[in-house]
């Protein structure tokens, strides 16, 4: 088994001391007592913790939940149960925020092409919709937006 140090160890998972270091004091990865005095030594089990806290992560799991995630591993049923539940709370709150995005990206492509087919701000569909979903005339969002810049260079 290869042994390395808080430094290795970091370089080999992909991440900075620091994140170590948090994550001790988090308590989601165990601090092993130091060498003769010195060094904290980590094994092989210690990257892949790492690289399985970082995987998590991605998957949008916050430190918290994986924290409460991984007293689990020593019990194959309980994961599952623990990692199915969870995950089903993400791929819930992943399809809402898809159905955000795909709002914003039918806006946006509404807004290119009425843009390059009508450049005229007065005809502009984009603005008229904006004033109806804000219930806001278009020049009181339009003297909003430049009384916010002018007053940003004044205080410059």
């Excluded at 007592?33 to 399985?52: C, D, H, M, Q, T």
């Excluded at 990692?83 to 399809?95: H, M, P, V, W």
């Excluded at 990206?105 to 807004?111: C, F, Q, V, Y």
């Excluded at 009425?114 to 003297?143: F, G, H, M, Y």
Aim: glycine letters at 4%.
């Amino acid at each position: 088994m290869r042994t390395r140090t808080v430094g290795w160890l970091a370089r080999e998972a992909g991440v900075s001391v620091q994140t170590i270091r948090y994550y001790h004091r988090l308590r989601i990865l165990s601090r092993p007592n130091p060498v003769e005095g010195k060094w904290r030594i980590y094994g092989e089990e210690s990257v892949f913790a790492v690289r399985l806290i970082k995987r998590l992560q991605e998957m949008g799991f916050t430190l918290a939940e994986i924290r409460d995630l991984l007293p689990s591993l020593h019990d194959p049923r309980e994961l599952c149960r623990k990692f199915g539940t969870a995950s089903q709370r993400k791929l819930i709150d992943l399809e809402r925020k898809v159905r955000e995005l795909n709002k914003i990206r039918s806006i946006l492509a509404d807004t290119v092409h009425s843009c390059q087919a009508n450049p005229n701000l007065d005809a502009c569909q984009v603005w008229a919709k904006l004033e109806t979903e804000l219930n806001a005339p278009r020049r009181a969002i339009q003297d909003e937006v430049f009384n916010s810049r002018s007053h940003r260079s004044d205080t410059r």
